[in-house]
């Protein structure tokens, strides 16, 4: 440990120390320990452990104590804790989907607040450079089927497997929604206009509902130059309807620019929906996906306003989100041209 | 009363380019995460610069094309809630031309404002 670290990364990496060598069953030293990104409420670290003369290249993901942001409009009571998240992961990895593996949870001892380590993966998650840097060409033609095989792999998690999650139907969606906007106390006459939509199309909810990654998008997955290495993030997660995570990744807003490749940027629907056919997922159909990609644009303009809505009521003070409220206006672009698409 | 020179937008956008092409490079260098708060302010003065030169006249316009929409006279705050209402309660839909032209008019506005190449 440097004598130049910050006050809270030596705290950091004491405690992990202790928590690695628990783990390990011997003594262990952090190296390299680096914060990733998150705000104050939601962390990542990455670090080595040393620990019996291995190298362990792992990942911290925690919720420091006290730093918890008051719950707002954004901040769902669905949203995962990291003791569920680490279950929700444990299981998925079982799965065989490509998911970090995680490997012990952080006691109430260690002083950390919530969380788990993980071990790292290689790979970026950064939209632009996946989707324009030449290191990562052939990774491009192949990124839209991986997402489809990786999803018929997270939607056959045996439910069995799972810690209890929320259960959500079409339904219950656009009424939290709807509820949203209220709590924002804002007219917003686009999204108004595509709820009204959506409620009188809902599709009805699966016999079987399903693990639903619940925020499966370009972003939130490491890359590498042979593709999609892990899917993260996934304190979205509930059983619901499959079609859910298959409209949400063509959202035009995950394209980064590439609009003419809804599959996050990388392909067609059709290639996206044969791979995920291809991999045992069910038969997809278009009107469903296209019900939940119309639902996606809404939910993601109404996060903006949300993002918007932590600063502006004071809870964080933070100009980048407050930026974020106005790229709401980018989703009622779209949603106008999908309603008109769908006359 | 009128302000002398610049404009709102002129001084706006004065301040953006100082920073994006000045203030950011050094900060890029010395601290990246400013660096990068730094680009996304730049974004927003950018945003201002426009609103403050497009903002007026679209605002009177969404007002305008309400109260034709509506039948009656109110402030523009007032006539977007009474639409939302009608349009959450489904007294209005998508096979209406109207509430549909209205519609794209106000958001082709404000995507000028907020997000010009978005498409």
């Known amino acids: 440990m440097t004598v130049h670290m910050p006050a809270e990364a030596e705290t950091v990496a004491t405690a992990l120390a202790r928590a690695a060598g628990r783990h390990f069953g011997v003594a262990a030293t952090v ?10 409420s939601r962390q990542t670290w990455s670090f080595d452990a040393i620990a019996g003369g291995s190298r362990h290249e792992l990942v911290l993901r925690r919720d420091p104590p006290s730093q918890r942001e008051a719950s707002g409009p954004d901040r769902p009571a669905t949203a995962l804790d990291r003791a569920t998240e680490f279950r929700v992961l444990a299981a998925a990895h079982k799965a065989g989907v490509r998911a970090p593996e995680v490997l012990f949870e952080l006691t109430s001892e260690d002083g950390l607040g919530d969380g788990f380590v993980m071990r790292r993966v290689g790979g970026i998650a950064i939209a632009r450079k996946l989707l324009r ?7 491009r033609g192949k990124i839209a089927s991986q997402l489809g095989e990786i999803l018929a792999r997270i939607h056959a998690t045996d439910p069995a497997t799972l810690p209890p999650l929320v259960t959500r139907d079409a ?4 009424a939290s929604l709807r509820r949203g906007i209220d709590v ?36 939130n997955y490491l890359a590498d130059e042979s593709g999609v290495t892990a899917i993260l993030d996934w304190e979205g997660a509930h059983l619901g309807d499959p079609v859910e995570d298959l409209g949400w990744v063509c959202v035009k807003s995950w394209r980064f620019g590439a609009v003419d490749k809804p599959a996050g ?12 056919e291809r991999a045992g997922g069910g038969k997809v159909d278009p009107a469903r996906a296209h019900w939940w990609e119309v639902f996606g644009t809404v939910r993601w303009g109404i996060i903006c306003h949300q993002q918007a809505w932590r600063h502006l009521s004071g809870a964080v003070k933070s100009m980048e989100l407050a930026s974020i409220g106005r790229r709401a206006v980018e989703t009622e672009v779209d949603l106008l041209q999908l309603l008109k698409e769908t006359a | 009363m009128a302000q002398d020179r610049p404009t709102a937008s002129e001084l706006l956008a004065a301040i953006a380019d100082l920073l994006r092409d000045e203030v950011t490079p050094v900060l890029d260098k010395a601290e ?7 680009r996304v302010a730049v974004n927003s003065l950018a945003i201002l610069e426009r609103e403050a030169r497009l903002g007026p006249v679209a605002d009177a316009r969404e007002r305008e094309r309400l109260v034709k929409l509506l039948g009656r006279e109110a402030a523009l705050d007032e006539l977007n809630r009474e639409l939302a209402d009608q349009l959450r309660a489904g007294a209005r839909d998508e096979r209406d031309a109207a509430l549909m032209a209205h519609l794209e008019a106000t958001v082709a506005d404000k995507i000028a404002i907020a997000n010009p190449k978005w498409k």
Do not use: C, N
């Open chain 1, 184 to 219: 924002l106390d804002r007219a917003l006459p686009v999204f108004e206009l595509a709820l009204t939509w959506l409620d009188r199309r809902k599709p009805a909810a699966p016999a079987h509902p399903v693990l639903v990654h619940g925020d499966y998008r370009t972003g």
């Open chain 1, 133 to 139: 840097d030449a290191p990562y060409e052939t990774a």
């Open chain 1, 31 to 40: 190296e390299g320990l680096r914060r990733e990104s998150g705000g104050a």
């Open chain 2, 32 to 38: 990246p995460r400013l660096g990068f708060q730094m």
């Open chain 1, 265 to 276: 940027g990388f392909g067609s629907r059709d290639q996206l929906w044969a791979a995920y």
């Open chain 1, 171 to 174: 339904a219950g969606s656009v």
